[in-house]
């Protein structure tokens, strides 16, 4: 299976794939229409929700602030859960705080310039995703449902643009699922694809406001992801708990029988 395969093309929906038929523990492929990543559903269209209930979708996982899920709500779907799990602080002076700015921004587009002009990093976002007691709570929170989840019935998660958080919440998830290192990184740089001419917009409003060339390049990191930013966060869980399953069972909090469930209902059976 290529990753085109995964790729779910829902009108109103970006970034929307499904988890199913990567490879896991022991050979075994994830199962289809199961696991389904995506960014905010505020835009979805008929052929959209159709597709929803045709895959048994019985849960959502919206890990945005109140902000923006009051802002862009998800609709309500008949039979369908809806769990908001923030993994971003809403409090002033924490990590939250430069996304609820955009959030509120008159001009999204300036703003997202004028937050590099200003020195923001991405990188620290992500290491906030993994150190922040907030994010842990959430993400590890978020894994829980997923392995209370019924069998057989589908589930998504999703963010603003289903990059960061859900990226973030995704390596975790593909990791007890027993995925390589390098797929994970494949899935997690596949936003670029959805998002390159979004990308590209953004260096263009950035030469518009300045001629400073690290600014322009980083539109690649706020407006795409950045490999780089996610392997920094990974290889920092490593040297602090020795692998990511170790900060997976010990600080998000996910025990054996919780991830056991996870592989037993998301993994083929060999």
């Known amino acids: 299976m290529t990753d085109n395969d995964r790729i779910i093309h829902i009108e109103g929906v970006h970034n929307i ?12 492929r994830i199962k289809k229409n199961l696991l389904i990543r995506s960014s905010r559903l505020v835009l979805i269209q008929e052929d959209g929700l159709e597709f929803l209930k045709s895959i048994n979708l019985s849960t959502i996982i919206d890990m945005r602030t109140t902000y923006e899920a009051t802002k862009r709500p998800d609709p309500e779907l008949e039979g369908v859960t809806y769990h908001r799990i923030g993994v971003l602080s ?6 939250g705080a430069t996304y609820s700015m ?14 590099l002009i200003s020195g923001f990093d991405m990188s620290h976002v992500y290491m906030d ?12 929170q978020a894994l829980k449902l ?6 057989g019935e589908a589930i998504l998660f999703h963010c603003n643009g289903g ?16 995925v390589d290192k390098d797929t994970i990184m494949d899935d997690f740089e596949m936003t670029n694809e ?18 400073d060339q690290k600014v322009i390049d980083g539109m690649q990191d706020i407006a ?16 602090k708990y020795g692998s990511v399953m170790d900060y997976i069972r010990n600080v998000l909090g996910v025990t054996d029988e919780e991830i056991n469930e996870i592989r037993r209902k998301y993994l083929e059976e060999i």
Not at 146 to 151: G, R, W
Not at 229 to 234: E, G, I
């Open 17 to 28: 794939r499904d988890l199913g038929g990567l490879t896991g523990l022991d050979g075994r």
């Open 90 to 95: 809403e409090e002033p002076n924490e990590m």
């Open 102 to 115: 955009l959030a509120r921004s008159k001009n999204e587009d300036e703003a997202l310039v004028n937050v």
């Open 129 to 140: 995703f993994v150190e922040q007691p907030f994010a842990i709570q959430g993400m590890g």
């Open 146 to 151: 997923i392995a209370a989840q019924p069998e």
């Open 163 to 178: 990059k960061d958080r859900t990226g973030t919440f995704t390596v975790f998830l593909l990791t007890i699922l027993g």
């Open 194 to 211: 959805y998002f390159a001419d979004e990308i590209e917009r953004m260096k263009n409003v950035a030469r518009s406001m300045t001629d």
């Open 224 to 239: 795409g992801v950045s490999r780089a930013n996610m392997d920094k966060a990974m290889e920092s869980i490593i040297a």
